[in-house]
């Protein structure tokens, strides 16, 4: 923050710049200017936006998304944002259909702060059009008391098969998610296109759910979990870290048949209003003090590799908690790829799945 700032107000300086001040009198770039962001909710650092707005001058009007397809129907309606947050399969379609512009990163000086391992991910491999915000992966959270290892690394995603933890797991209520853990147990790709195999996918996932009595949740898996109510359950790894927070008893697990390995990232609408601010505003988010603010209140993985390592080294708060750091080396880990055709299939059959599921009760 302070690198940006300090740079900001050189400029200004030397351009003989007037008007407003900011703390100490010192002119502030941004003065008067407005940022519109587009984020998920309870995303942000208790500090992440006052901050910025207090070294910059600028306001930051913030709206909140539920779904990529929910921030996506806006924007491709022509709403105009300075940043959004998708997540990376989103970015790929939006990157195809020519909703955002590419960065200047002349103006992104924090880049050489950011880990490689969620640099160049295949849906911007040059990262030409986003800059992570957070990352991880997607895996089982288990109660230690309740689950073995031995069971876990012999079954994987089957576990949820497995009728001795009937009744006792949760299934997240994400088409994606779901059809990810049941391709991965059979083997196959999460990015697979070929319909035998999302039919197979689709038939694991009815035997689970009409043998297994799972209950299907949201972001209820979170207080649950650390509360110990189930066995075991999917779930995003900077949620587990969370529940294993709070919960001694709490394990988090990634099948060696691989899994997601999810990124959201910011980037810059085509029809941004201020596209200057945008690129201030994303440097600022990518360097030390921000990052820290922002992992350590939200709990995801933070791409900025020294609070990454800060957080989870000795005396952080996420010392000894796997789920922090995101699982890097696995060749059948995955980042999921945009595919309309194959997104309705499994949207679909998702549906059905839950159909399936009612019916048991």
């Keep these: 923050m302070k690198k940006l700032l300090a740079s900001a107000l050189v400029g200004a300086l030397a351009l003989g710049m007037t008007g407003c001040s900011g703390s100490g009198g010192q002119e502030r770039e941004f003065e008067g200017q407005e940022l519109h962001l587009y984020n998920w909710g309870e995303y942000m650092g208790e500090n992440l936006i006052s901050d910025f707005e207090e070294q910059t001058g600028a306001t930051v009007n913030v709206d909140y998304f539920e779904s990529n397809e929910q921030m996506y129907i806006k924007?491709?309606?022509?709403?105009?944002?300075?940043?959004?947050?998708?997540?990376?399969?989103?970015?790929?379609?939006?990157?195809?259909?020519?909703?955002?512009?590419?960065?200047?990163?002349?103006?992104?000086?924090?880049?050489?702060?950011?880990?490689?391992?969620?640099?160049?991910?295949?849906?911007?491999?040059?990262?030409?059009?986003?800059?992570?915000?957070f990352w991880g992966t997607v895996g089982i959270v288990y109660d230690k008391t309740k689950?073995?290892?031995?069971?876990?690394?012999?079954?994987?995603?089957?576990?949820?098969?497995?009728?001795?933890?009937?009744?006792?797991?949760?299934?997240?209520?994400s088409e994606r998610d779901s059809f990810m853990m049941a391709l991965k147990a059979l083997g196959y790709s999460m990015n697979t296109t070929n319909q035998d195999e999302l039919n197979k996918a689709y038939d694991w996932l009815v035997q689970c759910v009409e043998t297994m009595e799972p209950e299907i949740v949201t972001d209820e898996i979170i207080d649950n979990m650390a509360q110990g109510r189930k066995a075991l359950g999917l779930i995003y790894s900077g949620d587990a870290a969370y529940v294993m927070s709070e919960n001694e008893d709490m394990g988090f697990y990634m099948p060696e048949t691989g899994t997601n390995l999810?990124?959201?990232?910011?980037?810059?609408?085509?029809?941004?209003?201020?596209?200057?601010?945008?690129?201030?505003?994303?440097?600022?988010?990518?360097?030390?003090?921000?990052?820290?603010?922002?992992?350590?209140?939200?709990?995801?993985?933070?791409?900025?590799?020294?609070?990454?390592?800060?957080?989870?080294?000795?005396?952080?708060?996420?010392?000894?908690?796997?789920?922090?750091?995101?699982?890097?080396?696995?060749?059948?880990?995955?980042?999921?790829?945009?595919?309309?055709?194959?997104?309705?299939?499994?949207?679909?059959?998702?549906?059905?799945?839950?159909?399936?599921?009612?019916?048991?009760?």
């Excluded at 689950?147 to 209520?173: M, P, Q, R």
């Excluded at 085509?270 to 921000?290: G, R, S």
């Excluded at 080294?313 to 699982?327: L, V």
Aim: charged fraction near 30%.
């Design 262 to 361: 999810w990124s959201d990232a910011m980037v810059i609408p085509k029809n941004a209003e201020n596209p200057e601010l945008a690129h201030a505003f994303i440097d600022y988010v990518c360097n030390y003090d921000a990052a820290m603010d922002n992992s350590s209140y939200v709990g995801y993985t933070s791409p900025n590799e020294e609070v990454m390592n800060e957080l989870s080294g000795e005396g952080g708060d996420f010392e000894g908690i796997n789920a922090y750091i995101p699982r890097t080396g696995n060749d059948k880990d995955e980042v999921f790829k945009y595919d309309e055709q194959t997104r309705t299939i499994i949207a679909e059959l998702f549906s059905k799945v839950k159909v399936a599921a009612s019916n048991v009760q």
């Design 147 to 173: 689950v073995s290892e031995e069971d876990l690394e012999k079954e994987g995603y089957n576990i949820f098969l497995d009728t001795k933890y009937k009744g006792d797991i949760y299934l997240y209520d």
């Design 75 to 133: 924007v491709a309606n022509g709403e105009s944002f300075d940043v959004l947050v998708p997540s990376d399969y989103m970015i790929e379609r939006l990157i195809q259909e020519d909703l955002l512009q590419p960065l200047d990163k002349d103006k992104l000086t924090n880049l050489d702060q950011l880990s490689d391992g969620v640099m160049g991910l295949d849906y911007d491999p040059n990262n030409d059009y986003s800059i992570p915000y």
